[in-house]
């Protein structure tokens, strides 16, 4: 028989980024041996077929049977003063898990090495394993290993002085940033920029991600070539939608008579000789490590855009509160650990009632685009079929995650979560503090409503009349923010980059490659060069849209 002996457990990552003035993140102690999974198969078959024996009862029913269930399900984080002194309030008290799934759920989190892999992630060893990679996301927020905190601190530097210089005037005035990039290049920027647009705008930021020229047209017809920025973002600097865009808005100051249109460029990548080779000056080159992946990029230059709209000072703030979840991540245990706590609900639903789907609904206009991201965030990470050894899985991987903002979907979609067949669990995210000045009856209306969604999702209604009748007990967990902040958008992120993780970790799978979006992508470069055979309906749409395959 294989056996295997791992080390010893790490302690808490120590946190000590120069963001803050704190002390440096000691040595990592985190020692494993390779062959975690293999010994734990079967302790992983035995936590799910317990998992699966358990008693499911209703929602009514766990909190008839326990008066501490909100107490014990509804959990109050504090982000500290350094994240701007807010706090988020994670409340799972309307979903169905109890104590013997969480210490069922528990049981699989020690059998898939739960401890072992958060240690590995943190630490910076390669569990990407299938593009032999650390996953060093956290680092640029200063949690990690120390030679690569060092780094990140030294990139951000670079980050912090030029938009402090462009902030000065070194580039003429700017009122306009064209921010060019896709997926993790862009979604994450998008999200951040609208999120909190109150929170300091020294520049107009527009991003733009489709290949469809109607967005950069777009973009473009909102600013004056005079005072606009050019960041291309990209982490392999060859995507073709960012660099065909690239492409059209240096032409575009080209055409508009601006003098040195490549010194209104900046790049923002993981490969700067490509940058520079494609004519950005060294000086405007921000790079960032090869191993933060680019749905976990926000947070490294990436996070340009972030940084020029809302000053450093407002960057290094939800920095901060993405640390303060890191720091969470690290040391919490079990269920106390929030993002674990949310990955099994997540497997609750997924793996035990067959819900295919999870939504998140934002009580709040300014987290419009949070769907987007997490989709991103969830469904390219999660969306698997193998396991890190490369073994089929033998079950669903990552939920579909959809969604959209509240009060919108209540008039849209809200029908299918009320009274549809398919059982949705749903997350509900809100701020107390309102985003606007005006009359506060505009969000006590909002709250109200994003509360009373989850309390009839659970309570249900019975009537004679069929088509009257709600059948209850759909679950819904709630994120109540203080105030949408730097800090606290941060932490949202991060608790749901954690929460992810902790999936992929219950999973047994990779959560930080993506080869499935690669076919796609080889056959439209086959198409482009010609030649090459497809099957009867392609040929067809090639030829009737005049392309020749
Ligand atoms: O095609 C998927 C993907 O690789 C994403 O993972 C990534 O965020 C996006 O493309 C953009 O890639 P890049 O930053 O290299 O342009």
Redesign the pocket.
Known sequence: MLRCTLGPRAGPVHRGRQISTRGRPGPPRFQRGSCANVSTNSTVQAAWDHLKSLPKPTLADLFAADPARLETFSTRLELGEEAGGDGIRFDWSKTHLDAAHIAGFDALAAARDFAGRRAALLNGEKINNTEGRAAEHTAQRGVGRESSVEEAMALHGRTKALVEAIHEGALGPIHHLIHI?????ALGPALAIDALARHGAHVHVHVVANIDGCALEAALAKADPETTLIAVA???FT?IE?MTNAHSALNWLKEAGVEDPYGRVVALTASPDKAVEWGVDETRVLPFPESVG??YSLWSSIGFPVALALGWDGFTEFLEGAAAIDRHFASAEGAENLPLRAAYGDQFYSRLMGCQTRACFAYDERLALLPDYLQQLEM?SNGKAVTFDGAPVDGPTSAITWGGVGTDAQHAVFQLLHQGTHVVPVDFITSIAPGHDLDPAHHRILLMNCFAQGAALMAGRHSDDGARSYPGNRPSATMLIDDLSPGTLGALIAFHEHRTFANAVLLGINPFD?FG?ELGKEIAKSIEKGGAQFDPSTTALLAEAGLSA
């Open positions: 990039g896709i997926g993790g290049s990209s982490k392999t995507t960012t680019g749905r390219e993506q979006v």
